[in-house]
């Protein structure tokens, strides 16, 4: 079976959108800084949730961005809850450290090149991490980046707050 998920990211991005360097800089939910990690979404829909929620209203209107979208064989995945580490807080705002260490530890475990979490926005939904440091990284399938526009209401509804 072939998965698919999506990346949203700056376009001027699109050549590096799969480097995990932004993940390695800034650290994100699941990962420590000075990991690599590159994280996508199962759907376009929850791609655009999880990049809005790091961004302001001026931002969403001021860069051009782009969806990228990825396919993958289902036996590159491992799914958080199989490997028995799901963090209690996992969804604590900031991320909690007990996140990043679930994270971290699979990444040094090389157990699987992709691992299935719960999106923090809905967690009935799933975001896919990618190892981009694995061996079968290179399974993994990038598509044509494709034009994403946010729509402007969406601005408006993040600057009246």
Known sequence: ???????IVQSHLTDSAFSGEGARLYGGRWNSLGQRMVYTAESRALAAL????????EQVLNHQYSLIPVHFPASLVKRLEDLGKVPPDWQSQPAPNSAKEAGDNWLGGRTSCIL????????????????PEHPDFAKIEMGKPERFVFDERLAKRLKSK
């Open 1 to 7: 079976m072939i998965c698919h998920a999506y990346r």
């Open 50 to 57: 999880e990049m809005l929620v790091h961004l302001s209203s």
């Open 116 to 131: 299935s979490v719960p999106s923090s926005i809905i967690s009935s939904e799933r975001n896919y991490l990618l190892n």
